[in-house]
């Protein structure tokens, strides 16, 4: 099963249009995940052409936004469960939030946004990722999604690249 994960989108703002090396990733998904930060529904509209598509608001989505994810999805893929929210809130780091979010569930991994900062780690027996963005890479060299390939064996590869026309 191959799941292309990615958030922080920000379009139209950010970015205009999703960057071709994402939707190149997004042909042959079985699953895509969004961390929320859409900004805009026509994004959410796009990669639903692709794959199916889990997503959650972030702390910019608007109504338009909300009415169609939840705050945080739990879910199964792959035979993984997955805790997905944003992670934006008060206090703590982003990545304690989105991994207090699911402190109650029995969870393989925990997907989450709001930083834009890459992240591919283990924590505690989960596996926490972040994708950083596509389009909005802040002060980091690279824009970043995460292709997330569930078989015999588990495998996270996180995508760097350096244009996101």
């Known amino acids: 099963m191959k799941i292309v994960i990615t958030g ?9 249009k999703l960057p071709e090396r994402l939707t190149a990733e997004c042909r042959d998904a079985d699953l895509i995940i969004h961390t929320g930060d859409f900004r805009s529904p026509a994004v959410l509209d796009e990669l639903e052409q692709f794959a199916e598509v889990c997503g959650v608001y ?3 989505d608007g ?10 999805q739990l879910f199964e893929a792959g035979g993984l469960r997955i805790g997905l929210v944003h992670g934006h809130g008060e206090k703590k780091t982003t990545e304690q939030r989105a991994v207090e ?25 989960m596996m926490l990722l972040n994708p950083g963005s596509p389009t909005d890479k802040r002060k980091l060299p690279y824009y970043s999604f995460i292709v997330l390939t569930i078989g015999e064996v588990v495998k996270a590869d996180l995508v760097l ?3 996101k026309g």
Do not use: L
Request: proline share 6%.
């Open 63 to 72: 109504e338009d936004i909300q009415a169609r994810v939840p705050r945080r």
């Open 101 to 125: 979010a699911f402190a109650e569930d029995d969870v393989d991994v925990i997907v989450f946004g709001h930083s834009h900062i890459p992240v591919v780690k283990y924590f505690k027996g």
């Open 8 to 16: 922080d989108t920000h379009i139209p703002g950010r970015g205009s």
């Open 58 to 60: 972030g702390n910019i």
């Open 161 to 163: 690249f350096g244009d």
